[in-house]
């Protein structure tokens, strides 16, 4: 019942949140890249790109290109990467609003396997407008993921933060922040080709690591976080940021100060530490299907239960769009590697696909291999052993009807673990898990 009263409250907050035109949105791409994209909306872009984008705000927040190539924080996609939420002029601001509520039965097996109820959600808000030469960028995002419990949901395998202060989650995927991104920008270009823009959050999302999962493409339909979330994005949610970068054409080389802290178990507040930790990031988006990241931060004292660990996360990551027909897909590959002060360096792959079939019809995968050195509690005798686990997950969402600009749809994904068979006595021998899920998103049409 809460759940359900949970994803109501959500779903109406996200109707009510935009419903001017859509008409206005337009990014100056070449015809090529929006050959595969297949919506009305598309048609009616073009002839306002005829007219010129660049006097209309339709370029990114942050540099002269497509504004398609933005996602979560400053990081980048592929420019190809077909456009999602509602967006709207409004007098010199130019608005966006993404944003679902995935209502989940969560059945994670064996006997560290667990099962429950829970939404998760996201509603995101975005604004730029020309200001004194340069582009004035705004963005919110909020979450009721803090309703889910302060332990999260069973997810085996997974690691990360904590639900009391005391003991660190295991086998459970930590909860979101109430806010995950109050962030503002400005960027000015200095030349035809080259800009410069800083960007400030609190939270927000450091230069470090490729797009969150839940906004790139090859991974925002699969309801349930990556193992290697620790690995990649895990500072996506950043409570005190600030990143300076340039952008020259195709490229871009940006400088994060940050709190390196992951956040608390308290997750309906806002946090303030010092700006303790630092990253930079090169992007490369040499053509509009792919887009190309290396990153690397140190992270001062992330873990609050050992706030006297630091790691250095060096990461590096491929997206790649591609279209087979009218289906659209996009493909992820990632690689990060945590190295902690003490203790064993350890990596994470992560191989994630996305196929839009038809409009309404997606099928989704993701890969996984992680070194996992933090599956048993400090008393456990295997405490901070190494076991390298892998993950395969498989799934389908089906889009069913709209109402507005929400559109209602329903998934389900299976997953199957391979793990060291030392773990067999405590995690069975390799387990599967299941989610089914109902899901509302907010759509263009
Ligand atoms: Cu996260």
Known sequence: MKILFTSLLAVSCIANAQDAPADNMAAPQPQEQMDHRNMDHDRKSMSAMD????????????????????????SWQPDSTPMEGIH???????????????????????????????????????????????????????????????????????????????QPLINRQHPHELFMELAASYSYAIGKDSSVFVYGGLPGEPALGPTAYMHRASGMDNPEAPLTHHWLDSTHITFGVLTAGYVWRNVKLEASAF??????????????????????????????????????????????????????????????????????????????????????????????????????????????????DELFQEDAPLHGQVFNVRKLSVGVVQDLFSAGKVKFGAGALVSKHWAPSALDSVYGSNPSSYMIFFRAKLAMR
Do not use: C
């Open 51 to 74: 007219k010129g984008d660049h006097d209309t705000g339709m370029t990114g927040m942050f540099g002269s290109y497509p504004m398609t190539r933005e996602a979560s924080g400053t």
């Open 88 to 166: 709207a002029m409004r007098g010199d601001w130019m608005t966006m609003a993404h944003g679902y509520v995935n209502a989940v039965y969560d059945h994670q097996g064996g006997p560290r396997g667990d099962h429950q109820a829970f939404a998760e959600s996201m509603l995101m808000g975005m604004a730029q407008r020309p200001l004194g030469g340069g582009t004035l960028g705004l963005r919110a995002m909020i979450s009721l993921d803090p309703t889910i419990g302060k332990a999260g949901y069973p997810l085996l395998f997974q690691t990360g933060e904590t639900a009391d202060g005391r």
């Open 259 to 372: 709190n390196g802290r992951e956040p608390d178990q308290f997750r309906w507040n806002i946090e303030t530490r010092k700006l303790d930790s630092a990253s930079a990031r090169l992007s490369w988006n040499p053509t509009p299907a792919w887009s190309l990241q290396v990153s690397h931060g140190r992270l001062d004292n992330p873990e609050l239960l050992e706030p006297d660990v630091s790691v250095k996360r060096t990461t590096a990551s491929a997206s790649y769009e591609h279209a087979f027909g009218s289906s659209t897909s996009q493909t992820t590959l990632a690689w990060g590697r945590n190295r902690k002060d003490t203790g064993p360096s350890t990596n994470g792959f992560l191989l994630e696909s996305a196929l839009h079939v038809t409009a309404k019809t997606t099928v989704f995968g993701r890969f996984e291999k992680v070194d996992n």
